[in-house]
């Protein structure tokens, strides 16, 4: 993993844990190489030899978010500031302290909730991870939707589980070509807008905000 993100995310985490029982940062990929595994098979996607995730998608102007042009040559947080169904997600990431990271060279994976996503938390909750003093708390949460490396929609497969920032796992489903994400035994979050390609990663735009299961 790019030092970069270790070092931002250890500092993050290092405070405490949050009460739905999160693990610390893990280190399992590189910057060059993006690593997904399942129980009998290990996938690679090797950034060294695969095309542009633009040219792969054949979309290099941009996916549409909210009848904006995600454009490839801005940052994750760039891209992000100019969709309003995220805008709670991107007020939760400058909460965080994580706007700087999530401009970084990266790359990353972004696993991104929808305004309405929040929205669903149960009642108050999201308001106190926005306060000053649950910062680690949010940042630990924000992370768990944060693979490091670049992963477009091709490349996630059912049954795959993939590392998170924070060390946690997530787990891919696939039915009927609909790609779902969760952590195993919540109702997964459904990807509504995939491949939003950025200079730094790519994000998907989901329908729920998954948190680690407790410990």
């Known amino acids: ?72 040559s801005n940052t994750i947080v760039q891209n992000a ?38 929205d669903k938390l149960p009642n108050g909750a999201l308001a106190g991870l926005l306060k000053p003093e649950s910062k680690d708390k949010l940042a ?17 497969k059912d049954g795959q589980e993939l590392t998170t920032v924070n060390g946690e796992k997530l787990k891919v489903m696939v039915k009927d070509g609909v790609v779902m994400i969760g952590n195993g035994t919540d109702a997964p979050a459904t990807v509504q807008v995939a491949d939003v390609i950025s200079s730094n990663g790519v994000t998907h735009v989901i329908d729920g905000v998954i948190l680690p299961l407790a410990k």
């Open 140 to 156: 630990a949460v924000l992370t768990y939707h944060v693979i490091p490396g670049r992963l477009v929609a091709q490349d996630l």
């Open 81 to 118: 500031v100019m969709a309003t169904s995220v805008s709670t997600l991107v007020k939760a990431v400058q909460a965080a302290g994580l706007d700087g990271t999530l401009s970084g060279p990266g790359p990353f994976t972004v696993f991104a909730p929808t305004n309405a996503a929040f």
């Open 1 to 72: 993993m790019h030092k970069l993100l270790r070092s931002s995310t250890l500092a993050l985490l290092a405070a405490g844990s949050l009460s739905f029982g999160l693990a610390s940062c893990g280190d399992t990929t590189t910057t060059e190489t993006t690593t997904a595994t399942t129980d009998t098979t290990t996938t690679t996607v090797d950034s060294t030899t695969m095309m542009a995730d633009d040219a792969r998608m054949g979309k290099p102007e941009g996916v549409m978010v909210d009848g904006v042009a995600m454009l490839p």
